[in-house]
């Protein structure tokens, strides 16, 4: 992360078991971009903190944590489970409620592989207290989303596909027909899906990027909060 971008260790407790974050926001951050890696991933994933680190040059929060615990992510039955990781990730964007509250934050969820289904469907599930404003879906697998969720999401989604990805590609077709909010593909030509090619990964950080200032920033009509 940034040097100069204040950062801190934070700990959720979800379902009794304590998960680890990192939570970057910048002084004059506009919106807070809550991440959702997939399997076999961490906090630590160099592509998740390369795009969180162009999100905070562009005046946006981020909060990098891990779903599940390291016992839980052994697991697969756990890793695929996507009724409990959009439960966990609500109960993260619970945790950082105050700083949203408090710094009028409107808040974007950021999501990798199986993680992008449970932004989607953390995205629409009811809510008192907060609206998500933004989605953003990297080499996604929406299409693990519960359909309902797919059909009642309301955020402005955003999925960024590479071409040389064709199954997770046309998945993400059928998962985008089902949407009836506001929603784009985007494909990234050449790329696989990790998007270890050359120029990939900065060609999806700026996609991402421009979306989250978008729909985060105050140029936007909207209500961050619930009423």
């Known amino acids: 992360m940034n040097a100069e971008t204040p950062s801190q260790r934070i700990s959720i407790v979800a379902d009794g078991a304590l998960l680890e974050g990192h939570l970057t926001c910048p002084d004059n951050a506009t919106g807070l971009v809550i991440f959702a890696h997939?399997?076999?991933?961490?906090?630590?994933?160099?592509?998740?903190?390369?795009?969180?680190?162009?999100?905070?040059?562009?005046?946006?929060?981020?909060l990098l944590f891990d779903l599940l615990t390291a016992d839980e992510a052994a697991h697969a039955a756990c890793r695929f489970d996507i009724g409990l990781l959009a439960q966990r990730l609500r109960t993260a964007t619970h945790a950082v409620g105050d700083i949203a509250r408090k710094r009028k934050l409107r808040l974007g969820y950021f999501g990798a592989s199986t993680g992008a289904a449970a932004a989607i469907q953390a995205a629409a599930l009811p809510d008192d207290l907060f609206r998500i404003n933004a989605v953003v879906s990297r080499g996604g697998r929406p299409d693990l989303a519960d359909p309902l969720a797919l059909e009642q999401?309301?955020?402005?989604?955003?999925?960024?596909?590479?071409?040389?990805?064709?199954?997770?590609?046309?998945?993400?077709?059928?998962?985008?027909?089902?949407?009836?909010c506001e929603?784009?593909?985007?494909?990234?030509?050449?790329?696989?899906?990790?998007f270890e090619e050359p120029g990939a990964?900065?060609?999806?950080?700026?996609?991402?990027?421009a979306w989250f200032v978008r729909y985060l920033s105050g140029e936007q009509p909207h209500h961050q909060y619930a009423r």
């Open 38 to 62: 997939g399997s076999g991933s961490s906090q630590w994933s160099p592509r998740n903190r390369f795009v969180a680190d162009q999100l905070n040059a562009a005046k946006l929060g981020t």
């Open 183 to 194: 929603k784009a593909l985007e494909t990234v030509p050449h790329a696989t899906h990790l």
């Open 201 to 209: 990964l900065e060609h999806v950080a700026a996609l991402a990027r």
């Open 153 to 180: 999401l309301a955020s402005p989604t955003l999925l960024i596909v590479g071409t040389a990805d064709p199954d997770v590609l046309d998945l993400n077709r059928q998962a985008l027909s089902l949407m009836r």
